[in-house]
């Protein structure tokens, strides 16, 4: 059974013209890893708040189709009920800090404390979170006091620490330097490793086509594609949807168009392109 199906979902916000959204359906299975790809304003962080449920309780308008969460329809549940099973990091760090809490170490149990976990069951798995994402550093700053990245992987971890079976991820890397992204592409490799099921929004098509495995393309309202990472990108109709390729896929074309076929198929990823390429370099 899918763990996350849309079932023709439409939506438009409240004061808008036009629907943002029309008719997606897709489903999810459990431990998939499936990035959502499209260009800015397209709704993909639209799409995430209907998957949390966000949409239509939180931020109105009018809105069709179903949302089942493990076989249930969410519009039957409780918001505390959807945050049991679907952790969700927002695209603002900012909106994820509780604002109540005076240092990292606080703001990152929280959640944990709220559901009433024994304090030393929750200073481990806050430790081990500080360690994963690199911010053992910051435990005694204050959480108002970070900068746009560190902010960034404390909410990340904020959230991770719950260890929700579904993580709904927007944008978590916009706001990092390439060592920071590395990481919290790592730190989301190894909840694919524990079978979580991750959705994952993320304009840095390099990394992207490196770790997930399924990628679903909106554009224009709609789902344009839905298929696995390689097959996407390594097909040119992406870049019309103003998405780009990964850099070796872009390279490969290049040499490709010029008469050179230097590669078996479009390689997506740095290793698919240096095991195709090893055996005929010299
Ligand atoms: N609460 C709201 N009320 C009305 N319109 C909204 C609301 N939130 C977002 N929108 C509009 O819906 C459209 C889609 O926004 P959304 O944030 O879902 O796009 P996105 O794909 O996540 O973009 P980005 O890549 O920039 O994050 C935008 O045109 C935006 O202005
Ligand atoms: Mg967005």
């Not at 499209?38 to 708040?49: A, D, F, H, M, R």
């Not at 990481?183 to 490799?189: G, K, P």
Request: glycine share 6%; charged share 25%.
């Amino acid at each position: 059974m899918a763990v996350l199906e849309l079932r023709n979902v439409t939506f438009k916000y409240q004061l808008a013209k036009e629907n943002i959204l029309e008719d997606i359906s897709f489903s999810i299975e459990k431990g998939e890893f499936v990035a959502l790809v499209g260009k800015n304003g397209v709704g993909k962080t639209t799409l995430c708040s209907i998957m949390r449920g966000l949409i239509p309780t939180f931020h109105t308008g009018t809105m069709s189709g179903q949302v089942l969460l493990n076989g249930s329809d969410i519009s039957e549940m409780s918001m505390g009920d959807i945050a049991l099973h679907i952790g969700f990091v927002f695209q603002n760090p900012f909106v994820q800090v509780s604002g109540v809490k005076q240092t990292v170490f606080e703001e990152i149990a929280y959640g944990l404390e709220n559901l009433g976990v024994e304090r030393s069951e929750i200073i481990r798995r806050v430790d081990e979170m500080l360690n994963q994402l690199n911010i053992n550093h910051l435990r005694f700053k204050h959480p108002m006091q970070l900068s746009g990245g560190q902010s960034q992987r404390v909410a990340l971890a904020s959230v991770l620490v719950m260890d929700p079976e579904i993580l709904i991820i927007d944008e978590p890397t916009s706001q990092l330097d390439p060592q920071g992204t590395e990481e919290v592409f790592e730190t989301i490799r190894l909840l694919k490793d524990r079978k979580k099921t991750i959705i994952l929004v993320e304009h840095k098509i390099d990394w992207v086509a490196e770790y997930a495995d399924r990628i679903i393309v909106i554009d224009q309202k709609q789902i344009v594609k839905d298929a696995p990472a390689q097959a996407v990108f390594s097909d040119p109709m992406l870049l019309s949807t103003g998405n780009n390729l990964p850099q070796v896929a872009l390279l490969a074309l290049k040499l490709m168009k010029s008469g050179k076929a230097v590669f078996d198929e479009i390689p997506t990823t740095l290793e698919d392109a240096y095991q195709q390429l090893k055996g005929r370099v010299r």
